[in-house]
């Protein structure tokens, strides 16, 4: 199948500083891609879908200066948490999608547990 | 609106029994897509099976079948012969109309027993 690498898989750092995750598609052109946010034992909850070369889309409740997307090709999406504060601790996790008929199936990272010090 | 349904935080089974995982759905749209994930321990999404609103049969894939009662709105995983590799988070999800985002429920935590 197709495989999403996502990379750091764990991150430790200092508040106030950014951190930048990324999320690549290996074999095959994701022109969407979403991020995912997670906190222990939650569910998945969706903070915004990354399209390549234009703005992403972000949900409800998240803030678009603090999570900054970015899709520059159609295999390379990244997330960049700025000033990161002890609360942006998380597990974070991104996905892309396969249109293939009508099944779309999606693929996810192995995602990247932040951690705010 | 879309929503996705688990009430059922923890379940446990013997290990080679089959166990079932429920999930309910709300949507007014005639065209969707279910899907079933498992989220071991280390965090990765493992895609298991999709069945489709229109799929006139119920999805299977190895162990893994989907109970498809579109009149209910429920798309209950049934896992048999149970390993204790299976032990771990199991997520119901439901695209939307567009078929782009994807609405997860809270998620079932599945413990097999030896």
């Known amino acids: 199948g197709a495989v999403v690498s996502q990379h750091p898989s764990r991150v430790i750092c200092k508040s106030g500083t950014s951190v930048k995750i990324e999320c690549r598609s290996l074999?095959?052109?994701?022109?969407?891609m979403f991020w995912y946010r997670q906190f222990p034992k939650q569910s998945l909850m969706l903070m915004a879908t990354?399209?390549?070369?234009?703005?992403?889309?972000?949900e409800q409740g998240v803030e678009k200066d603090k999570f900054l997307i970015n899709h520059a090709s159609l295999t390379l999406s990244t997330l960049t948490v700025t000033s990161a504060h002890p609360e942006d601790s998380s597990f974070y996790i991104c996905?892309?999608?396969?249109?293939?008929?009508?099944?779309?199936?999606?693929?996810f990272g192995q995602g990247t547990r932040l951690t705010v010090v | 609106a879309q929503k996705i349904t688990q009430t059922q935080p923890g379940m446990f089974v013997q290990e080679k029994e089959a166990v079932t995982l429920d999930c309910t759905y709300d949507?007014?749209?005639?065209?969707?897509?279910l899907f079933w994930y498992k989220q071991p321990s280390s965090g990765e999404m493992i895609f298991l099976i999709y069945?489709?609103?229109?799929?006139?049969q119920n999805a299977t894939e190895g162990r893994y079948s989907l109970n498809f009662q579109k009149a209910r709105k429920s798309a209950n995983l049934v896992i048999s012969a149970s390993q204790l590799g299976d032990s771990a988070m199991y997520f119901c999800?439901?695209?939307?109309?567009?078929?782009?985002?994807?609405?997860f429920g809270a998620g079932t935590r599945l413990f097999v027993k030896a």
């Open positions: 999800a439901m695209k939307d109309t567009g078929g782009f985002k994807t609405i």
């Open positions: 074999d095959f052109q994701a022109t969407t």
């Open positions: 069945q489709g609103s229109y799929d006139q």
């Open positions: 996905s892309a999608r396969i249109i293939q008929g009508a099944n779309t199936e999606a693929f």
């Open positions: 949507t007014s749209d005639p065209s969707y897509g």
């Open positions: 990354s399209n390549e070369g234009s703005k992403a889309t972000y």
